[in-house]
């Protein structure tokens, strides 16, 4: 039953997300999951993440599978959050391509704080330009 | 600098999980995500989720992406928990093969509460045979 009286109409409904608001939730959230196509299957690994000027930025180690595989790939980039109390939740993912950045001079000037929470020196800065950015809202029931 | 004394020594430490440890944070999850190989890079979308006997079970429509995409596919399932907090985390990967079953007696006998989200029919049952089950925390800072 739809109706727009309270909240009946909205309960575990799944709406598309228009590419603004996407990018607001992304821009929102510190920690995200890159994907990438593995031989079988795909490999998924979370990283503390940065938008800026719409393009994604993580840090990773020299020897991270990350920075052997993803350097000029085809990836995808996930964020959700989800509130099991209320059975709610998005999710965004954005298709595009990562590169790997060796050098410092080619980071964005107006580069924010991106802190990595796993200790070490990761030292090498990926980048991934976006293609495209899709996203969907599953309403609180 | 290592020590058992105090917090010092697990600052933001990756640590590999155990099979068991991953199997157990699994079964104490609602929520995961389902990814496979697309054309240029992975998809990745969140679905509510059972664990029986270590196979990963959960429903999805019959026009869905996935009913169309996953029958037979070999499929990374990923379920993580993040705390911004304490900067601490695990995440845990599945690799396996989906199957959709269309058959309501292949599901099995002990057949848990499999509550999914999304109002509608959600009449096909997907699961995911694992082949490999691997996992890391990132300890407190």
Known sequence: MDTTEGFPWTSGRLIE?????CRRLLAAHAVG???WNGPLSPTV???NFVVVEDEIWF???AHSSLAREL???AVTFQVDDVDEFTR???SVLVRGTAHVVYDATRLPHTWPDLETWPSGAHALHVVVEPREVTGRRLLPS
């Open 33 to 35: 999951r890159v994907a």
């Open 71 to 73: 350097d000029d790939l």
């Open 45 to 47: 690994v979370p990283v």
């Open 17 to 21: 997300l228009p590419p603004d608001e």
């Open 88 to 90: 709610s939740g998005w």
């Open 59 to 61: 840090r990773t180690t």
